[in-house]
T-cell receptor, first 110, second 113 residues
Framework: DAKTTQPNSMESNEEEPVHLPCNHS???????IHWYRQLPSQGPEYVIH???SNVNNRMASLAIAEDRKSSTLILHRATLRDAAVYYC???????????FGQGTTLQVKP | NAGVTQTPKFQVLKTGQSMTLQCAQD?????MYWYRQDPGMGLRLIYY???????DKGEVPNGYNVSRLNKREFSLRLESAAPSQTSVYFC????????????FGPGTRLLVL
C-alpha cells in the first residue's frame, strides 16, 4: 500500500490560513487522496478528497501537485475549533481500504 | 438521523473474557468498517464489510471476529481478550467503497486488565 508522510505537528494563529503538507511519492494512478481530521476524544471526520484536480468545499481546499506526489490541505481561516489531528490518507481502488498514518497535530493559538 | 452509533462507550474486561462491540448506522450505507486506535497512533483497519453478507480482513484482524448482521449492523467480537487489545475502537460506514466519505462513530474505549 502506498504511504503518506506528514509533519508530526504544526502551529497556526487564529484567523490565519494554514497549509498542511503531505508527501505520497509512491502514489499510483488510481489512488485517491483523502483528508480526515480528528478532534480530541472524537471519531475522525471527513474533510475533503481528490484524485488529480484541486478541490474546494466549505471546510477546506485541497491542492494536488501536478505529479501527484504531494498535496496540501488549506484551511483558509483557522479557528480554535480547527485544532485537531489531520490525516492525509490514500485510498486504493485495488484494496478498497483507507490506510491511516500518524497525522499532523494542528495547534491554533488565539 | 443518528449517523453511526456504537455501544458500549466504555468497557473494562479481564484477560480471557469475551465481549461484542455493537455498531449501527441509519444512513442506508452498504460498507461498514472496524478500526482500532492505540494511544498517539493513527487508526488501523481490523475488518470491513463491503456489502451485506460479506466481510474481509484488514491490517490487524488477529484476535477478532465480525458479523454483518444486516445492512444496518456490524459487530466486532473479542473471543478471548488480551491486554494488547486495549484500545479505542471506531466503527465507520460509507455508501460504497472507501472512495466515498466514511462516517465514524464516537468510539468504544476498551481496557483489558
Amino acid at each position: 500500500d502506498a504511504k503518506t508522510t506528514q509533519p508530526n505537528s504544526m502551529e497556526s494563529n487564529e484567523e490565519e490560513p494554514v497549509h498542511l503538507p503531505c508527501n505520497h511519492s509512491t502514489i499510483s494512478g488510481t489512488d485517491y487522496i483523502h483528508w480526515y481530521r480528528q478532534l480530541p476524544s472524537q471519531g475522525p471526520e471527513y474533510v475533503i478528497h481528490g484524485l488529480t484536480s484541486n478541490v474546494n468545499n466549505r471546510m477546506a481546499s485541497l491542492a494536488i501537485a501536478e505529479d501527484r506526489k504531494s498535496s496540501t490541505l488549506i484551511l483558509h481561516r483557522a479557528t480554535l475549533r480547527d485544532a485537531a489531528v489531520y490525516y492525509c490518507i490514500l485510498w486504493s481502488s485495488n484494496t478498497g481500504k483507507l490506510i491511516f498514518g500518524q497525522g499532523t497535530t494542528l495547534q491554533v493559538k488565539p | 438521523n443518528a449517523g453511526v452509533t456504537q455501544t458500549p462507550k466504555f468497557q473494562v474486561l479481564k484477560t480471557g473474557q469475551s465481549m461484542t462491540l455493537q455498531c449501527a448506522q441509519d444512513m442506508n450505507h452498504n460498507s461498514m468498517y472496524w478500526y482500532r486506535q492505540d494511544p498517539g497512533m493513527g487508526l488501523r483497519l481490523i475488518y470491513y464489510s463491503a456489502s451485506e453478507g460479506t466481510t474481509d480482513k484488514g491490517e490487524v484482524p488477529n484476535g477478532y471476529n465480525v458479523s454483518r448482521l444486516n445492512k444496518r449492523e456490524f459487530s466486532l467480537r473479542l473471543e478471548s481478550a488480551a491486554p494488547s487489545q486495549t484500545s479505542v475502537y471506531f466503527c465507520a460506514s460509507s455508501k460504497t467503497g472507501a472512495a466515498e466519505t466514511q462516517y465514524f462513530g464516537p468510539g468504544t474505549r476498551l481496557l483489558v486488565l
